[in-house]
């Protein structure tokens, strides 16, 4: 009976993988802006409204992020033949705790006011779906290079993602970006925009943006063939 | 099936989930292990660029560490307050305790009879954001100022009656109450510990301060 499921669960994987292989470079490609992981699939959404009203915590937040899918990525792809189907979701798990408390750590080591400063969400990146996602999809069935390169092509997406919005916020918002004055001394700072509604404003109206251009950009496909 | 194989079915289902969390705990000890101490010490210069906000008249270069035994008979690190013209002012209690979500860690300023709260600073806190981690803000901590640590403080829903009693955060009932009850059992634990230290004189001025 055991050894059914097995053969079971490797036809399941032979067959998904036959069906669907992206190299490595198109996993890069597709995770930067293709399947943007906040623009197209609309994943991570709470890092993405929580802490773009400036561009130091944004990125912070991405380069903790982007270590944490990476390691994921890499970790959950050397052992996928080891994975049993129902125990799967709890590895992963286990694998992202793990590296997002180490990052935890380290920021709050060496970058200690900024670790104060995002507070709850660096452990909150634990429940980020952009990270089991791509557990599911690409690392337990692709290999440590494809693996590699999707993690880094999403995290490249994701930081995009968020430097796009919190670029938005902070000029607006502070007058400032990454802390540095760049509009005139008399820009009455828009604090909404560093406020909760302006994360929902700035990521509406950036997302319509984006499925404009997405949408423009296939009609001309179409009419180009 | 039998207790044995059955046993033996769980281990072979399990086994990597198993050695993966011992794994991952084997590395996260070891990460702990190298950066507590930074950590810690993070927390300690956070601790002296405070004081002077939490004791009024504060010089926090001239504080003194002690270590005072508490009622539980752990071991406890506190700071006495000095002011410029080496005069004792008050103390700083550390104190951390269970919130809503995770620990919350405090700095507690009393004044130098330990008798009345004189400031209060969140020096750690994954509460609820938008809510519990209001408890970091001035609003709220300001309602501790001036409490009196005679009786435990209460915490109420309304515009505080008697002396003892601190207005919750709206919404954030939980991480008040937590913030209340961790003052609460740090005075308790160590109020009479550093009284008896104090009277007994020779231990307030020497960084051991043990009796």
Request: hydrophobic share 45%; aromatic share 6%; glycine share 12%.
């Amino acid at each position: 009976m055991a050894a059914w499921h097995r053969l079971k669960a490797e036809s399941d994987r032979d067959l998904i993988m036959a069906q669907d292989e992206p190299t490595a470079l198109e996993r890069f490609i597709r995770g930067i802006l293709p399947e943007n992981p906040v623009y197209r699939q609309l994943l991570g959404m709470c890092p993405t409204l929580a802490v773009t009203n400036g561009m130091q915590p944004a990125m912070t937040m991405a380069c903790a992020t982007a270590f944490v899918l990476i390691c994921a990525n890499i970790m959950i792809s050397l052992i996928r033949g080891l994975l049993k189907p129902h125990l799967r979701i709890l590895v992963f798990t286990l694998t992202i705790a793990t590296f997002v408390t180490i990052a935890d750590k380290f920021l709050a080591a060496s970058m200690y006011d900024m670790s104060k400063q995002l507070g709850p969400y660096v452990p909150l990146i634990i429940v980020n779906c952009l990270i089991i996602s791509r557990c599911e999809i690409c690392a337990s069935k692709q290999g440590l290079g494809t693996a590699a390169a999707d993690g880094i092509g999403m995290s490249l997406g994701f930081a995009l993602a968020l430097a796009s919005i919190a670029t938005v916020r902070e000029i607006l918002g502070s007058g400032t970006w990454f802390g540095l004055h760049v509009m005139p001394g008399s820009w009455p700072a828009w604090g909404i925009m560093v406020l909760p509604p302006g994360a929902f404003l700035t990521l509406g109206l950036l997302l319509g943006a984006a499925e404009w251009v997405a949408q423009k950009r296939a009609e001309r496909a179409k009419e180009g063939k | 099936m039998g207790q044995e194989s059955k046993r033996q079915g769980y281990i072979r289902q399990a086994w990597l989930v198993i050695l993966l969390a011992v794994l991952y705990g084997g590395g996260l000890a070891g990460v702990q292990r190298a950066l507590s101490d930074k950590i810690a010490e993070n927390k300690r210069n956070e601790t002296y660029h405070v004081i002077p906000a939490l004791v009024r008249g504060a010089d926090a270069a001239s504080t003194v560490e002690l270590t005072v035994t508490g009622k539980d008979g752990r071991e406890a690190r506190v700071y006495q307050i000095m002011d410029a013209a080496g005069g004792h002012v008050g103390w700083v209690l550390p104190a951390g305790g269970q919130g809503f979500a995770d620990r919350i860690e405090l700095l507690i300023g009393l004044d130098a009879g330990l008798s009345t709260i004189t400031g209060l600073y969140v020096l750690e806190q994954k509460e609820t954001p938008g809510l519990g981690d209001y408890i970091t803000g001035e609003s709220f901590r300001s309602r501790f100022q001036g409490k009196p640590t005679d009786t435990p403080l209460v915490v109420v829903q309304s515009d505080p009656t008697a002396e003892n009693e601190v207005r919750a955060l709206t919404g954030a009932t939980i991480s008040s109450t937590s913030v209340s009850g961790i003052v609460n059992a740090a005075v308790a634990n160590l109020k009479e510990p550093i009284q008896r230290q104090a009277a007994s004189g020779g231990g307030l001025a020497s960084p051991e301060g043990g009796e």
